[in-house]
């Protein structure tokens, strides 16, 4: 079976600092990778998905991560973050062939002023 | 609507209580989804439809948990006995269902607590 862990459950960055929210996996199998944002008050939305290809993947909001298979890495980055930022974010993988999404307990990123 | 609705967002009930959510996806998506998320964990996988049939449903942790699609659009979570551990949010995704990596929307979630 899959696993995803995210070493850090809480994150503060001050205002315009870059920021790098850390992800690793272990899977017997192939898989695709995605990251998750979760707004206050709001559902889990789509931030990027790795599934082939460049190992640099980029997402909406300003937000991009690496695929490190070596390392079983999927670490998500933003160069310069904003307020709108603050919100909890999860890492997940899914099998080849499998509808199942494994996630991560979730990282909350707290935007500093 | 354009998202996907889940009712009701809160629910509160006593211990083995009888529970249903719902949850209605996104009009003309196949494929629909219900994790679940405690206090301080990610989301975890309950069941995934594909159409009215439950293709996956290894992740509902007993037989007290059941959930339904019979039209293969709204679908309902029902859950018997509940117990102060079933206390969490419950999550509804839907996607087209045409992609293996399909992007799923999920909802707000409804929040059950079992007092």
């Known amino acids: 079976a899959q696993s995803v862990t995210q070493l850090d459950s809480q994150v503060p960055v001050f205002e315009e600092a870059p920021v790098e929210l850390r992800c690793n996996y272990s899977s017997s199998v192939s898989v695709y990778l995605f990251w998750y944002v979760q707004y206050p008050n709001q559902g889990l939305q789509l931030l990027l998905k790795y599934l082939s290809g460049s190992t640099l993947v980029k997402g909406i909001n300003g937000f991009e991560a690496e695929f490190n298979k070596s390392q079983t890495s999927f670490h998500l980055r933003k160069p310069s973050v904003h307020i709108s930022d603050t919100a909890e974010y999860f890492c997940?993988?899914?099998?080849?062939?499998?509808?199942?999404?494994?996630f991560g307990t979730g990282t909350r990123l707290t935007i500093i002023p | 609507g354009a998202g996907v609705s889940q009712t009701p967002s809160n629910k509160v009930t006593e211990k083995g209580k009888y529970v249903e959510l719902r949850c209605d996806p996104i009009s003309g998506h196949t494929a629909l989804y219900w994790y679940r998320q405690s206090l301080g964990q990610g989301p975890e996988f309950l069941i995934y439809f594909q159409g009215t049939g439950a293709a996956d449903d290894s992740g509902l942790p007993n037989d007290r948990f059941f959930a339904v699609r019979p039209e293969g659009s709204v679908s309902t979570l029902k859950i018997q006995r509940t117990e102060r551990g079933d206390s969490a949010v419950y999550l509804c995704?839907?996607?087209?269902?045409?992609?293996?990596?399909?992007?799923?929307?999920f909802g707000e979630g409804s929040r059950l607590t079992v007092l």
């Open positions: 995704a839907s996607s087209l269902g045409d992609q293996p990596t399909g992007e799923l929307f």
């Open positions: 997940a993988v899914r099998k080849f062939g499998n509808e199942k999404l494994t």
